[in-house]
């Protein structure tokens, strides 16, 4: 048997063709929001399907928690993580709803976010300052786009260094890898590295990020 290597598909029309399964008349315009899998994921997610269909209890008992601790072995690489800090959650939002919820804050805490936040996790935010009076605190660094990546970095600083100025504990500040309004790419890593200098928890809305970055070594 001889083996031949497949010519890599392009970017654009050729992928669309080859990979999706979008009516002739549909132009997607928006398939971070609203897209849809490629169609060997398809396959493959219909296949797993008919395997629990065949034999649930089977499936959910044995079957599954090995898939899962496959998938998390395939995945790592990408994150640049070890497979045991892998969860998988239905979508991003659900991933930041369980660690901001996970989070003890105390009285005086606050949360430092940008104006651009997702308005789901903003309202996350505005949840727990409900459910806990007094103890949670969030502060806005306005932006207004077109801006600079380090005019960005800079008001974060500002912000914190403000903040702790007035005596205020700065638990925690979260940013996005890709906005969402706008759909601008975020310079989150220098986010990142502004909290750890200036010893702040951050929280990263990884939503559209993965696959558009190298993150082995974050």
Same mark, same amino acid.
């Not at 974060?156 to 969402?180: F, H, P, S, Y």
């Not at 502004?194 to 993965?210: P, T």
């Given at each position: 048997?001889?083996?031949?290597?497949?010519?890599?598909? =392009?970017?654009?029309?050729?992928?669309?063709?080859?990979?999706?399964?979008?009516?002739?008349?549909?132009?997607?315009?928006?398939?971070?929001?609203?897209?849809?899998?490629?169609?060997? +994921?398809?396959?493959?997610?219909?296949?797993?399907?008919?395997?629990?269909?065949?034999?649930?209890?089977?499936?959910?008992? !044995?079957? =599954?928690?090995?898939?899962? @601790?496959?998938?998390?072995?395939?995945?790592?690489?990408?994150?640049?993580?070890?497979?045991?800090?892998?969860?998988?959650?239905?979508?991003? =939002?659900?991933?930041?709803?369980?660690?901001?919820?996970?989070?003890?804050?105390?009285?005086?805490?606050?949360?430092?976010?940008? #104006?651009? $936040?997702?308005?789901?996790?903003?309202?996350?935010? @505005? #949840?727990?300052?409900?459910? $806990?009076? %007094?103890?949670?605190?969030?502060?806005?660094?306005?932006? +207004?786009?077109?801006?600079?990546?380090?005019? $960005?970095?800079?008001?974060?600083?500002?912000? $914190?260094?403000?903040?702790?100025?007035?005596?205020?504990?700065?638990?925690? @500040?979260?940013?996005?890898?890709?906005?969402?309004?706008?759909?601008?790419? !975020?310079?989150?890593?220098?986010?990142?590295? +502004?909290?750890?200098?200036?010893?702040?928890?951050?929280?990263?809305?990884? @939503?559209? %990020?993965?696959?558009? !970055?190298?993150?082995?070594?974050?």
């Amino acid at each position: 048997m001889t083996l031949t290597r497949k010519t890599p598909v =392009t970017f654009g029309h050729s992928m669309r063709t080859t990979h999706f399964e979008f009516a002739p008349t549909y132009v997607p315009l928006n398939h971070g929001s609203f897209g849809t899998h490629p169609s060997p +994921v398809r396959k493959a997610h219909y296949d797993l399907q008919s395997q629990a269909i065949a034999r649930p209890d089977t499936f959910i008992s !044995f079957d =599954t928690f090995p898939l899962l @601790a496959k998938s998390r072995s395939l995945i790592s690489p990408l994150l640049g993580v070890p497979p045991s800090e892998i969860v998988f959650v239905p979508n991003a =939002t659900t991933g930041v709803n369980t660690v901001i919820r996970n989070i003890m804050f105390e009285e005086g805490d606050v949360v430092v976010v940008f #104006s651009t $936040i997702y308005p789901a996790c903003e309202k996350t935010l @505005a #949840s727990i300052g409900e459910m $806990i009076k %007094g103890s949670l605190r969030v502060e806005k660094v306005d932006l +207004v786009y077109p801006i600079e990546d380090d005019e $960005i970095v800079r008001k974060l600083r500002e912000k $914190i260094m403000g903040l702790k100025g007035e005596g205020k504990r700065v638990r925690l @500040a979260m940013c996005d890898t890709v906005l969402t309004f706008p759909g601008a790419r !975020f310079p989150w890593e220098r986010c990142v590295e +502004v909290c750890k200098e200036l010893g702040v928890l951050s929280l990263v809305d990884g @939503a559209h %990020g993965i696959g558009k !970055f190298h993150n082995a070594d974050h």
